[in-house]
């Protein structure tokens, strides 16, 4: 199978206003797509099961209960949930408890009423910057619907379950990346619905305008804050794929009544770079800060220098901070504990032409 390459996230993103916006485009706008910020169901998968080997190994458990369902082919085209003859129907057209799959058989698992999907993390009434794929492109409107107040994920998605109206109606916004990779995708900033909390669904509908193919997906959000961080992807949204190497079943031999008085363990983190794309005047990576020693860890803080003066223009699952060409990145509240072998990663796009692999320093309390 081939290898699929990680997405290359925008730099900059059009300013705009909730409601109806049409961008308009030098360039003819020309659709296979999902949601990628927040991520869809079939996207964050994807990300998900994505191995060093290019094939696809579920590790969050709605994932791969999805893969089992409709098969691993429907994560190796993620950005294929359509319908060629919705026309812009929804309601009747889609039914109730399929519409995560938009009634399409071959993404069926991904109906799954369950809480432990991929899970986006967001701000109620904040801006969002917004990305949906281009793998293909055509003239078309994007809609974003979330759902209603007491909403449960345990819930079959239905129509009713929805608002009545969009949140955000997006026509032809501008595009990055190239077409035809998991890199290019449109690109449009716009409000998140207000007034809500805990989790919510938000529902995409891409209708082209030059032929009756409609495209679908459902996000899985929380509204508690956060500002697009995902969690649930990834080596610990199930069965680590790293376990501690300690083996559980040769315990110490010593008397448990008497133990050692020697330190326990200590903690200690290592901070690993990563390059997943880049573009003219700017670059997507992520970094993995591991857990390397015997005892777990509260928080942790990664530190390098830049060689080209690069900077950077967003970063998610961590906080960071820039002096002159010091970059210092520090974990938020979900990925600061860490058992010894345990791993959390962060990303982040940069401007500026970056080359080579900065040297990565990691403290932890």
């Known amino acids: 199978m081939k290898r699929l390459r990680r997405i290359a996230v925008l730099g900059a993103v059009a300013a705009l206003t909730a409601g109806v916006i049409t961008v308009v485009n030098p360039t003819p706008v020309v659709a296979h797509g999902a949601a990628m910020a927040p991520g869809s169901r079939t996207f964050l998968c994807w990300k998900d099961g994505l191995s060093p080997q290019g094939d696809i190994r579920p590790n969050n458990p709605a994932c791969a209960a999805a893969v089992a369902q409709s098969g691993a082919n429907s994560l190796y085209n993620w950005f294929s949930v359509l319908r060629s003859d919705a026309a812009g129907r929804t309601t009747g057209f889609v039914p109730d408890g399929q519409l995560c799959s938009g009634g399409n058989s071959s993404f069926s698992g991904y109906n799954l009423a369950r809480n432990d999907w991929p899970l986006t993390h967001l701000t109620a009434g904040g801006n969002f910057n917004f990305k949906y794929s281009n793998w293909a492109h055509h003239p078309g409107t994007f809609y974003f619907y979330v759902t209603r107040d007491g909403f449960s994920p345990t819930s079959a998605l239905t129509w009713s379950n929805l608002e009545s109206t969009p949140f955000l109606t997006v026509t032809n916004p501008p595009q990055q990346g190239s077409v035809g990779s998991n890199e290019g995708h449109y690109y449009f900033s716009g409000r998140l619905p207000t007034g809500k909390s ?8 891409w209708v082209r305008s030059d032929s009756a193919e409609n495209f679908f997906g459902c996000s899985d959000v929380v509204f508690d804050g956060g500002n697009g961080e995902v969690t649930g992807v990834g080596s610990g949204s199930g069965n680590p794929t790293n376990p501690p190497t300690n083996n559980p079943t040769n315990p110490p ?12 363990g200590t903690g200690a983190c290592t901070a690993a770079y990563r390059s997943t794309g880049s573009w003219s005047g700017g670059f997507q990576a992520e970094v993995t800060v591991r857990n390397s020693g015997t005892a777990a860890i509260s928080g942790w803080t990664a530190r390098w220098t830049w060689a080209n003066g690069e900077t950077i223009g967003s970063l998610w699952n961590g906080t960071h901070s820039q002096s002159g060409s010091t970059v210092t990145v520090r974990n938020v509240s979900h990925n600061g504990s860490l058992a010894p072998g345990a791993s959390a990663t962060f990303g982040f796009v940069g401007s500026g032409n970056t080359s080579g692999t900065p040297t990565l320093t990691c403290t932890s309390p």
Do not use: F, L, Q, V
């Open 253 to 264: 031999t010593s008397n448990p009544t008497n133990p050692p008085t020697s330190n326990p």
């Open 198 to 205: 805990g989790r919510h669904i938000i529902y995409s509908r």
